[in-house]
């Protein structure tokens, strides 16, 4: 009898444990939820402040005046394209920060004078600009407006005087550019003896120093060594009182010449 009463006490005692670990257990599911919450909901309420922080001060950054573009510092600015750069600097004010470099760039890049554009942001209201100029070589007179053109035949500007120190193209149109061009680094090192050059078919490139009556049609390639290889022959060539006015230096190794006698002007 007293064995059943004491399995009884321990079935008992048994099962009020394990509905206590239950309700212990229940409990603290329920505190752990509740504490989840709440973190969540802190949480939730620090993204909140953070981002209305970060656009209040977003707000405040695009609309300070001290953040406005206010100048263009300018480095080797172009000569031809001044206006045209002016312009495009016009429409480009707003916020430093927001201002699109890229596109910037990108328009100051059509311009043909210009070779390349670097450009910084100098806090808090200026803009750096850097040019790359292309150079201008050549120079063509198109009825009383003189066209500047680089070494690649690309024209970077006009204006109503003739430049100096360029090397002036006479006759023909915009069609003779290219080939001229495309013997830039032949002419460079004579340009400040040219008086002009030209180009005809089939001769082609035809060239005129300022020194002597000479017309030179030199060919594609090497120019000064040609031309000086005729100059040292020159003092010993029979002319007969004549002037040379053609010189045909285009076959390797060979100089054809043609005169013309002063008097009569007879070729």
């Keep these: 009898m007293s064995d059943i009463r004491s399995n009884a006490l ?7 444990r394990k509905s206590n670990n239950l309700t212990l257990t229940r409990e603290k599911k329920i505190r752990s939820i509740q504490m989840r919450t709440m973190h969540i909901l802190l949480l939730l309420f620090l993204t909140l402040l953070v981002g209305f922080a970060a656009y209040k001060t977003a707000v405040f950054l695009l609309e300070c005046d001290m953040l406005q573009v206010h100048a263009f510092r300018l480095r080797r600015q172009p000569v031809f394209a001044r206006e045209e750069v002016r312009r495009i600097l016009g429409h480009s004010a707003g916020n430093i920060l927001t201002l699109d470099l890229g596109d910037l760039r990108a328009q100051l890049l059509r311009l043909p004078e210009i070779e390349d554009v670097a450009i910084s942001r100098v806090l808090p209201d200026i803009v750096e600009i850097g040019f790359t100029l292309r150079r201008p070589v050549f120079y063509f007179n198109g009825h009383g407006v003189f066209q500047l053109l680089d070494g690649s035949g690309l024209v970077l500007g006009e204006q109503s005087t003739a430049p100096a120190g360029l090397i002036p193209i006479r006759g023909g149109d ?42 030179f049609f030199p060919g594609a390639t090497g120019f000064v060594k040609k031309i000086n290889r005729y100059f040292k022959i020159k003092p010993y060539l029979s002319l007969n009182g004549s002037s040379v006015r053609y010189v045909d230096l285009r076959i390797a190794g060979r100089i054809y010449f043609e005169c013309f006698a002063e008097a009569q002007g007879d070729s």
């Design 10 to 16: 321990k079935f008992e005692a048994e099962f009020f």
């Design 174 to 215: 915009s069609s003779v550019w290219g080939p001229i061009a495309a013997c830039t680094e032949e002419l460079l090192p004579m340009r400040d003896k040219i008086e002009y050059v030209a180009f005809h078919e089939p001769n082609g490139i035809e060239l005129k120093l300022r020194t002597g009556t000479e017309v």
